[in-house]
């Protein structure tokens, strides 16, 4: 399973754009960029993931360098509902989800 | 979206008895789901894949006879922890993935089962 890192933690003023990097350098061709967040006390929220293009859904967009060596998950106009733990991950079937620490982003008013 | 509910919330017991949690996929089949365990301030950890109709694979250090999965249906799967004590006080986390074979799906969590021991 390819390992990926992340800030331990990062700030954002309520209404801006949060951008949470995540390097997934030994990422294999055939795995996928997963995100999920943590809010407190509750299990995982799915988020987005991709492959090799960049994607949009309604709560994020997703970022992927060309190189597939590292991604950023965009949360256009954060909120202080977006306060949580946010969870990177490389994954392909028949491999297990592995959580690493996250970024712990907080929204600030 | 996929669904998954998990019962019940929230636990509290006294030490020696033993303790199910129930995990559901309400809006699709799930042929694998996984169990989680998560320390205050730590990440989540892998317990045990179970696979419907087939015996449970656990990850290792988690000891099969104290955290018995049974994944009898689709839909359905059940983590009991027996005769627990008060290290087992954690939060317990399940979560399905949809049928299929590709890396392209998700896999859904429930929200959580907060256990605590006496």
């Known amino acids: 399973d390819a390992k990926t890192t992340q800030p331990p933690s990062m700030d954002c003023a309520e209404g801006r754009a949060a951008n949470l990097p995540c390097n997934h350098s030994?990422?294999?061709?055939?795995?996928?960029v997963y995100w999920y967040r943590q809010i407190h006390s509750q299990g995982p929220q799915y988020i987005i993931h991709g492959l090799k293009n960049n994607e949009t859904n309604e709560m994020a967009s997703l970022i992927i360098t060309e190189d597939r060596k590292s991604s950023t998950l965009i949360l256009p106009h954060a909120t202080l509902r977006d306060t949580a733990v946010y969870y990177c991950?490389?994954?392909?079937?028949?491999?297990?989800?592995?959580f690493g620490p996250g970024t712990r982003l907080s929204v600030l008013p | 979206g996929a669904v998954v509910s998990q019962h019940p919330s929230w636990v509290i017991c006294k030490s020696g008895t033993s303790v199910k949690i129930e995990c559901r996929s309400l809006?699709?089949?799930?042929?694998?789901m996984f169990w989680y365990r998560q320390f205050p301030k730590q990440s989540l950890m892998l317990m045990a894949t179970s696979n419907e109709g087939s015996k449970a694979t656990y990850e290792q250090g988690v000891e099969k006879d104290k955290f018995l999965i049974n994944h009898a249906s689709l839909t359905l799967s059940t983590l009991t922890v027996t005769s627990a004590h008060p290290e087992d006080s954690s939060f317990y986390i399940c979560s399905a993935r949809e049928f299929g074979t590709a890396g392209n799906q998700p896999q859904h969590f429930g929200d959580g089962t907060r256990l605590s021991i006496l």
């Open positions: 809006d699709f089949q799930a042929t694998t």
């Open positions: 991950i490389a994954f392909n079937y028949g491999q297990n989800f592995v």
């Open positions: 030994t990422i294999s061709g055939n795995e996928y």
